[in-house]
């Protein structure tokens, strides 16, 4: 493998020889690839989570590794609980890390149950510790902590049940960009660690610097970040990789070699693999969009992503973290994939490889819907119109994820998809009508449409009728929760 500040220039030498590779480190080039491959557009849903060392102390967030070191209510937890920031750091809680509930199988089996149709673990978050076994960093999972390789052990069981895999990578916030001040290095905003003296996060001890990114900007670049994806592109060849924020503060030229050596790579392998990011960070014409807890008010020709999690508050695990109710997480889904999105969807287990049972029994919920109505998610497509009824979706992206959250749908809300093949319409109630209320379909009547049949998707046949406003459907008893779905057939 390619290492350290050999890689960026290799991959950039790529670019001399068109017969040797099919993407040049060029946006140009790079747009050559199709980013919305259809096993995706059929997908919908995926899975993923937040877990490392960060969930050990169990407390505020994800964010506890650079929130410990700053005046707030983590450090006072923290030194309240562990000690003194200078004697205890954030490496100390690696060993801590224990994960041995770990189980890839189940895990896979549960997710499969839930619906999903690709998965994986964040790989790395922006505290600087790999959940794969790595040689760019001694700070993994298989070295370090649990001593297994989290990642590939994992793709080997959703690669059985011929489940997609993701790798979601955090890291680009990981470098030290501090800026210098009298005393100390001011925090920057881009910069996960501050860089304290007489901390861990200051230490010229080369292997606390590599966990804390503190280190010249080149370095990390070729050493650090460009590194650690060769490897789990090398390693283990995962069908979509996705970007956090912060993103943008990698030199274009790295971005480009980046998108140049995946693409080749999956190229040789045989498979249409996905780049994913956030806000402009890389082209729509290689990339996809995703949108951080929040959706699209309407449907967008291009395929789009929403990262949201099962919890009310942090995407790892905490203790009393709330978890919303199953219908919250049926409904984003429905309404996702009706404005051409697709969920990737986080849970949040505990620092010993425990899933909460709260977290398991919404996944399950949402499998049990999925088997009686996936037919109106799967392989669906947009519709010519997405939405009607009275609930409309927030236009802010991640700034109103709060609104996104305290969001409530009722019956009169209708969300439509449709079979590829265009003869088959899904009309989705996002919550379950009385029986014998009347849901009007009014699309149907606004472009001239009238159905041949309309059912349930249990086959159960519905009283309904053509009517001036639109489909008119007497609403039967159901067992179904969260959601009805009527099927219906042009």
Excluded at 322 to 347: E, F, M, Q, R, Y
Excluded at 408 to 429: N, P, Q
Aim: hydrophobic share 35%; proline share 6%.
């Amino acid at each position: 493998m390619l290492r350290h500040g050999m890689i960026v220039a290799a991959v950039l030498m790529m670019g001399l020889s068109a017969k040797a590779e099919k993407y040049e480190p060029s946006w140009e080039s790079l747009a050559n690839h199709n980013a919305e491959p259809e096993w995706l557009k059929d997908a919908k849903l995926g899975i993923y989570f937040h877990w490392g060392p960060y969930a050990v102390p169990a407390f505020s967030s994800e964010w506890y590794p650079r929130d410990m070191y700053l005046k707030n209510k983590v450090k006072k937890y923290h030194e309240k609980n562990f000690g003194s920031i200078t004697e205890f750091g954030y490496h100390d809680f690696v060993p801590m890390f224990t994960g041995e509930h770990f189980d890839p199988a189940e895990w896979t089996e549960l997710f499969e149950e839930a619906g999903a149709r690709f998965a994986g673990p964040v790989a790395e978050h922006h505290d600087g510790f790999a959940m794969w076994a790595s040689k760019a960093t001694p700070w993994n999972a298989k070295d370090m902590g649990p001593k297994r390789d989290i990642l590939g052990e994992l793709f080997q069981e959703l690669e059985k049940r011929q489940l997609k895999t993701i790798a979601t990578f955090h890291h680009s916030r990981n470098l030290q960009r501090n800026t210098s001040g009298k005393k100390e290095r001011k925090p920057n905003p881009n910069s996960h660690y501050p860089y304290l003296p007489g901390t861990h996060t200051a230490s010229d001890d080369p292997m606390l610097q590599t966990l804390y990114g503190n280190m010249p900007e080149q370095k990390w670049l070729n050493e650090i970040w460009m590194a650690k994806l060769v490897e789990v592109i090398d390693n283990y060849q995962p069908d979509i990789i996705w970007f956090d924020s912060w993103l943008d503060t990698i030199p274009e030229s790295d971005r480009k070699a980046f998108c140049a050596y995946y693409l080749n790579a999956a190229e040789r392998w045989g498979k249409d693999v996905v780049i994913v990011r956030k806000q402009q960070d890389l082209p729509l014409e290689v990339s996809i969009n995703d949108h951080e807890k929040s959706r699209e008010p309407k449907a967008l020709k291009e395929l789009w992503m929403t990262d949201d999690t099962l919890s009310t508050g942090s995407w790892c695990y905490t203790q009393g973290l709330g978890i919303k109710p199953l219908h919250k997480i049926v409904h984003a889904l429905v309404d996702t994939v009706s404005k051409n999105g697709v969920v990737l969807l986080n849970i949040s287990p505990m620092a010993d490889g425990t899933i909460p049972q709260d977290q398991r029994d919404v996944l399950h919920g949402l499998g049990q819907w999925l088997e009686a109505n996936g037919e109106a998610i799967y392989n669906t497509r947009p519709w010519i119109n997405a939405a009607e009824g009275p609930t409309a979706e927030p236009s802010g992206g991640f700034s109103d994820h709060k609104k996104f959250l305290s969001l409530e749908y009722s019956a009169k809300d209708i969300r439509y998809t449709v079979s590829k093949d265009g003869k088959t319409v899904y009309a989705t109630t996002l919550g379950i009508p009385e029986a014998g209320y009347n849901v009007l379909l009014t699309t149907f009547a606004k472009e001239n449409i009238t159905p041949e049949s309309v059912a349930l998707t249990d086959g159960s046949d519905v009283v309904w009728k053509m009517t001036e406003e639109g489909v008119s459907i007497q609403s039967p008893e159901t067992s179904q929760t969260s959601a009805l779905v009527f099927k219906i057939e042009l």
